[in-house]
């Protein structure tokens, strides 16, 4: 079952510009994680923020969470052609099984 | 360095034959997983072991087996069940009961 969906699809920017992914997902969570995954590789854990917390940084990672929506923001700041790659959200709700959305290609031109 | 190996990269799996997919991992971690990614999804948790000795299966278990016999292997058999094997195999592991996971760079299984 996949909880998570993310929006959009595909993301094509210019080096420079931010991008911004989005998450939804259905059930309460305990927390969510965001996660790259390069072409034809394992995935890297990028950012966890908690159900309680609202917003959280890494350096040109921000992740928001709305709970009452039930839905996360991944913005990217000042991106680079090395961000490109797939970024997925992951639930988890308590069981640590974590349920992955369907990704964000984003593509990022020089 | 610590880490999750998986081997073989690529795999091909003839009609009627099981195949068993490698994973180890050196992080001293209690829990480990197997997903299946189809091209344009996420992953689809397989099984998962929160222990040596003990495995609960995911959301598509059919078709796949596992044994937990160390606590640094869980190696994933695709059996002849398995009607529709092809797609990318990947690891993971974490701290029992803690987040995030921690995931080898996958195995791709093809059909011959």
């Known amino acids: 079952s996949q909880q998570g969906e993310e929006d959009p699809q595909a993301l094509s920017i210019q080096e420079g510009e931010n991008a911004t992914m989005n998450c939804s997902y259905k059930?309460?969570?305990?927390?969510l994680q965001w996660y790259r995954q390069n072409s034809g590789r394992g995935l890297v854990h990028l950012i966890l923020?908690?159900?309680?917390?609202r917003e959280k940084h890494s350096g040109r990672l921000r992740v928001t969470l709305d709970t009452s929506k039930k839905s996360s923001s991944l913005l990217i700041t000042a991106s680079r052609a090395a961000d490109t790659a797939s970024y997925f959200c992951?639930?988890?709700?308590?069981?640590?099984?974590?349920?992955f959305g369907a990704g964000t290609i984003l593509r990022v031109k020089s | 360095d610590g880490g999750i190996t998986q081997s073989p990269k690529y795999l091909f799996r003839k009609e009627g034959q099981n195949v068993t997919l490698s994973c180890e991992q050196n992080?001293?971690?209690?829990?480990m997983y197997w997903y299946r990614q189809d091209p344009g999804q996420g992953l689809r948790l397989i099984y998962y072991?929160?222990?040596?000795?003990?495995?609960q299966k995911g959301d598509i278990a059919e078709g796949y087996s596992v044994s937990r016999e160390k606590k640094e292997s869980f190696p994933l058999t695709v059996t002849s069940a398995q009607k529709n094997p092809t797609a990318f195999y990947l690891c993971?592991?974490?701290?029992?009961?803690?987040?995030?996971?921690?995931f080898g760079d996958g195995t791709r299984l093809s059909i011959l």
């Open positions: 993971a592991s974490s701290i029992k009961g803690e987040q995030p996971q921690h």
């Open positions: 059930t309460s969570i305990n927390n």
């Open positions: 923020i908690r159900s309680n917390e």
């Open positions: 992951a639930t988890d709700s308590y069981g640590n099984k974590l349920v």
């Open positions: 992080l001293n971690h209690d829990a």
């Open positions: 072991s929160q222990i040596v000795n003990d495995f």
